[in-house]
């Protein structure tokens, strides 16, 4: 089942924060965030595994609350460049091998000058 | 320069015509996946490799198939079953279970 993914889209001016939400109604065993360009490939974000840790990447960092089955994604201080569209994808744990990543909707970022 | 290569980027295709899409790693990952992007969705997955000469449906299999006779490449090919084949398709792959996967630059796929 599809994790889901709010806000559907968000305008920010530069240098303002937001927060983007990834729900899962599974249990969950990672998180993975990409950011998507317009017409291009996603790139790799980071990647949180079950233990409620927090990664950061420059001024993105991200969280994951396994027992909500639950992830949110920083961004500080935006800048032009984070925009684009953000895809959480979800991983099921699983003893029996790789399991596939389910990915949301996705969330489109504009930041405006 | 290693990364995942997709060919063409755009590719038309008469209706009823069954296309071969080209995905090629020389990251010499083990898993190999490709998914379907429509405007203004997510990335769903339609099959997975994790090792050659084996593979696993995705969510959205249906008039699709795939091969994995090498360990860098994993084509797909789109028959003339899949009902609405119009779609951006990206390949990717994966040093491992859980790890990051990278993606290659995609295929746009119109059917006329």
């Known amino acids: 089942q599809q994790p889901v993914q709010s806000p559907q889209a968000v305008i920010l001016r530069e240098g303002e924060d937001a927060v983007i939400n990834c729900s899962s109604s599974?249990?969950?065993?990672?998180v993975h965030w990409y950011r998507q360009k317009h017409g291009e490939a996603p790139v790799f974000l980071m990647i949180l595994l079950k233990g409620g840790e927090q990664k950061g990447h420059e001024k993105i960092s991200a969280s994951f609350n396994e027992k909500k089955q639950q992830s949110s994604l920083y961004l500080t201080a935006s800048q032009l460049s984070y925009s684009g569209t953000y895809f959480c994808g979800t991983q099921a744990p699983s003893n029996f091998g790789n399991e596939k990543l389910t990915f949301g909707t996705g969330t489109r970022l504009t930041i405006i000058p | 320069d290693g990364g995942i290569t997709q060919s063409p980027k755009y590719l038309f295709r008469k209706e009823g015509q069954n296309v071969t899409l080209s995905c090629e790693q020389n990251l010499n990952h083990d898993a190999m996946y490709w998914y379907r992007q429509d405007p203004g969705q997510g990335l769903r997955l339609i099959y997975y490799s994790q090792i050659v000469n084996d593979f696993q449906k995705g969510d959205i299999a249906e008039g699709y198939s795939v091969s994995r006779e090498k360990k860098e490449s994993f084509p797909l090919t789109v028959t003339s079953a899949q009902k609405n084949p119009t779609a951006f398709y990206l390949c990717?792959?994966?040093?491992?279970?859980?790890?990051?996967?990278?993606f290659g630059p995609g295929t746009r796929l119109t059917v006329l």
């Open positions: 990717a792959s994966s040093i491992m279970r859980h790890n990051e996967q990278f």
């Open positions: 599974k249990a969950l065993y990672s």
